[in-house]
């Protein structure tokens, strides 16, 4: 039987053991399904990355360089931490003193936090030790709020400054991030090279239009899937009678407000 003549829809080609003389080789043979193989694997890999997923715990130090209402940029670095539970479907974030959202948003040049809760958004001020309903419609994030961000690719990650300051520790070192864009953009560190639970650790983070204010993330302060105490996640006794915050009409919200991490 010549190899022109072989059939390749018969059983014997099926079957390495009864078929017929091929033209190829069984080491040809081989050699092709490896490319094949390896051609397969190479389109696995430029597919995009699957958005992250938030641990069911976490909590994080940033920095951002945004110092006042008027968003102004400068050299001077503000403080922040952020605490998320998703079982306590909580997120507080607080920022230090001259913070951008304190200021704009409070009207107060001390340190504030923002509740995300069931009950709406809360705005407590230190420095008065006052405490008011923002946004009732506003809630925590939920663990997959990325779902559906578009992958933007890897991208080269350190704050826009010419002067660093020692307070800023892991933040300056041009890491590479993956980013993601749904609204806002979140850059994390690519998977593999996560080692605390199941969530990405975050590089940054913006609020439109960029850069008007970003927010730079200290990864060596990233803890998740601990136990964080409540008294860190619980509204305090300011909050209690809800009293609403001026200008807490969520129609006015803008796009930057509606998810803050």
């Known amino acids: 039987r010549s190899c022109s003549s072989h059939r390749t829809s018969s059983p014997e080609f099926l079957h390495a053991s009864t078929a017929a003389p091929m033209c190829a080789s069984a080491a040809a043979r081989r050699v092709l399904l490896a490319v094949a193989a390896a051609a397969a694997v190479g389109a696995l890999s430029l597919e995009a990355p699957v958005p992250p997923l938030w641990p069911e715990t976490w909590s994080a130090v940033f920095f951002t360089n945004i110092s006042n209402g008027n ?63 923002d946004l009732p419609a506003i809630h925590a994030p939920p663990r997959d709020w990325l779902s559906g961000a578009e992958y933007m690719g890897v991208e080269q990650v350190a704050p826009d400054v010419t002067a660093q300051s020692a307070v800023l520790g892991a933040l300056a070192d041009g890491v590479s991030c993956e980013r993601y864009t749904k609204t806002h953009s979140y850059w994390v560190l690519p998977r593999a090279r996560c080692h605390q639970g199941d969530g990405a650790v975050p590089c940054k983070f913006n609020f439109p239009p960029s850069p008007e204010m970003d927010w730079y993330f200290n990864r060596s302060s990233w803890v998740a899937n601990a136990r964080i105490d409540e008294s860190v996640l619980n509204l305090p006794a300011a909050c209690a009678g809800k009293t609403p915050c001026s200008g807490g009409d969520a129609s006015a919200v803008d796009a930057g407000r509606l998810v803050i991490v």
Do not use: M
């Open 71 to 133: 968003h102004d940029r400068s050299d001077r670095w503000i403080a922040g931490r952020s605490w998320y539970s998703a079982e306590l479907r909580v997120q507080r974030v607080w920022h230090a003193a001259l913070a951008h959202q304190c200021q704009h948003f409070y009207k107060t040049n001390g340190p504030c936090s923002l509740y995300f809760t069931t009950e709406g958004l809360f705005a407590h001020l230190e420095r008065e030790q006052t405490c008011c309903l």
